[in-house]
């Protein structure tokens, strides 16, 4: 198939382009760049069937362009610093919401058929249902990011219904492995690396989360894209686990061999609409077959390898 | 109070404005009068406590400038054509989330407490639960209008969350009233002045749908901002019957004199994003002391009668 993919040069958009091209696919990518890197393109570049289009998803023309010939596209990019939302609410609405928009715009102009949209398990806000299933009681959000995700979602859903493009959901848990340049294991990582004998962190340390590794994320979107029949297809995406951030404090910091003195913030949340307990009910993709294969600790060790070889 | 009305010139905000200006509140309406009519404000502006600005909320600057010093907003104004999604994707956007999301920055920027945004239950898309409780399982989204409401509900409350504004979200059924301006019993009626001999009717007239006087749903909302507390307070508004379209058109030609050949476009579903059956569950708001004063059939009828004079 030829694939278009949206945020194609971040940390889960090229794992999905080299899954992509492995497969034999033809794929656009199209990043603007701004929290993508080229690097993480290298090798599929070097196949000579991705193509790379420099261009923003708010850029409507040159979106549309870049996305003729497709068939399915991917659409990641978003906006995904989840924490600073109250400091530009119009962030995530624009770079999410609207951007969601104009990608599915460029879609009925150019007639591609399927789209894969990449939500989160914030929309639950803070259930009141764990773990947390897909037809869990309507939520209140919490967050300017899983408000703007929920609207993505929402419009997704509302073109399949009149236009007959096939829509698939994906609520994620964090996804960590290789190529994560942003979210809690960067802050711990460029903190102890300027200090590593302490660590400030948000909350109280006991805000319950769950993780999921960017491959094991990857190979459940495309055997949902083959198995999953629907007009709207939501899917879930965590392991069965969770563990609390001091738990991963320790595997993170075992890992790099320090023992920092740990000093926290204080409060069941770690910021503005953080949800103090994330524990997502995969049942539905593990129906078609799915499974994790590495676990949090393990995914947690990889990536704090990781992006501490990448300071 | 000081309330600020948006949509104040139309069906449910002049009505609204009514109602809390004989509470002896002040009123600031603002509206575009695209779809308003200032003869609706008539009685309204009469009494020296009601100013009117004509402006839309897509124009932030003009919004916040009319905004000032108001403590509750009621957020009315929007794209209520919820038929014609389809045909323009983007102005249930553009109205109704990006309108609510500008609504919501100048109430940042005015220090405005609280809003009232309405909604409505097609939000709930096709659900698999009647009555529809608030708590419903997660909708999948039907329609361009219900997705840009579900995205306004989503903002009203990460604004809730983040800077303390207290949100109040309403689940409408379709309202009936005097003033009534749009809406099936409109197109019954224009149809009928035409050739009172024959009524086309979109499905295949056994939708089964709610409806709610327009008064009953203005003395709701005031008392919930009177009675509900929560950061986030969403209430269902409808009665506790419902009538199929035939029904509908039974009362409707009964009471204009009229026997009409009925013929009827088959299908489930009016339109694309029609609910085929619509019935919420209004035991939250019941549960503050309201009860609707009308029924769905008194509703229809003065909605007709309304129509009919105002051809």
């Given at each position: 198939?030829?694939?278009?993919v949206?945020g194609a040069a971040?940390?889960?958009g090229s794992?999905?382009v080299?899954?992509?091209?492995?497969?034999?696919?033809?794929?656009?990518g199209y990043d603007?760049?701004?929290?993508?890197?080229?690097?993480?393109?290298?090798?599929?570049?070097?196949?000579?069937?991705?193509?790379l289009?420099?261009?923003?998803?708010?850029?409507?023309?040159?979106?549309?362009?870049?996305?003729?010939?497709?068939?399915?596209?991917?659409?990641?990019?978003?906006?995904?610093?989840?924490?600073?939302?109250?400091?530009?609410?119009?962030?995530?609405?624009?770079?999410?919401?609207?951007?969601?928009?104009?990608?599915?715009?460029?879609?009925?102009?150019?007639?591609?058929?399927?789209?894969?949209?990449?939500?989160?398990?914030?929309?639950?806000?803070?259930?009141?249902?764990?773990?947390?299933?897909?037809?869990?009681?309507?939520?209140?959000?919490?967050?300017?990011?899983?408000?703007?995700?929920?609207?993505?979602?929402?419009?997704?859903?509302?073109?399949?219904?009149?236009?007959?493009?096939?829509?698939?959901?994906?609520?994620?848990?964090?996804?960590?492995?290789?190529?994560?340049?942003?979210?809690?294991?960067?802050?711990?990582?460029?903190?102890?690396?300027?200090?590593?004998?302490?660590?400030?962190?948000?909350?109280?340390?006991?805000?319950?989360?769950?993780?999921?590794?960017?491959?094991?994320?990857?190979?459940?979107?495309?055997?949902?894209?083959?198995?999953?029949?629907?007009?709207?297809?939501?899917?879930?995406?965590?392991?069965?686990?969770?563990?609390?951030?001091?738990?991963?404090?320790?595997?993170?910091?075992?890992?790099?061999?320090?023992?920092?003195?740990?000093?926290?913030?204080?409060?069941?949340?770690?910021?503005?609409?953080?949800?103090?307990?994330?524990?997502?009910?995969?049942?539905?993709?593990?129906?078609?077959?799915?499974?994790?294969?590495?676990?949090?600790?393990?995914?947690?060790?990889?990536?704090?390898?990781?992006?501490?070889?990448?300071?």
């Amino acid at each position: 198939m030829k694939a278009f993919v949206t945020g194609a040069a971040g940390f889960v958009g090229s794992t999905l382009v080299d899954h992509l091209l492995a497969a034999g696919h033809d794929v656009t990518g199209y990043d603007n760049l701004s929290t993508g890197r080229e690097e993480f393109l290298e090798r599929a570049l070097s196949t000579g069937r991705l193509s790379l289009v420099k261009g923003d998803v708010l850029d409507a023309g040159a979106l549309e362009r870049a996305m003729a010939g497709a068939e399915v596209v991917f659409h990641l990019a978003a906006n995904a610093d989840v924490r600073f939302g109250p400091l530009h609410p119009r962030r995530d609405l624009e770079q999410n919401t609207i951007g969601t928009a104009n990608v599915l715009d460029a879609m009925r102009a150019t007639g591609a058929g399927r789209i894969v949209l990449a939500s989160t398990g914030s929309v639950y806000g803070e259930p009141s249902v764990f773990p947390t299933p897909e037809d869990a009681p309507f939520p209140v959000q919490t967050s300017f990011y899983a408000a703007s995700k929920v609207a993505a979602e929402a419009l997704v859903a509302a073109h399949a219904e009149a236009f007959g493009v096939q829509g698939f959901v994906f609520r994620f848990v964090s996804i960590l492995g290789e190529r994560y340049t942003h979210g809690h294991v960067v802050d711990f990582c460029r903190q102890l690396a300027t200090d590593p004998s302490r660590l400030r962190v948000l909350g109280n340390g006991r805000q319950r989360k769950s993780y999921l590794y960017v491959h094991d994320g990857v190979r459940a979107i495309l055997l949902a894209l083959e198995k999953a029949g629907g007009k709207v297809n939501v899917f879930n995406l965590g392991t069965d686990e969770t563990c609390t951030v001091s738990d991963s404090i320790r595997w993170i910091t075992q890992e790099l061999g320090l023992a920092p003195r740990i000093e926290y913030g204080g409060g069941e949340r770690g910021w503005v609409g953080d949800s103090p307990f994330i524990h997502l009910d995969c049942r539905r993709i593990r129906a078609l077959g799915w499974k994790p294969e590495l676990g949090i600790r393990e995914a947690l060790v990889r990536t704090a390898r990781f992006v501490w070889g990448d300071r």
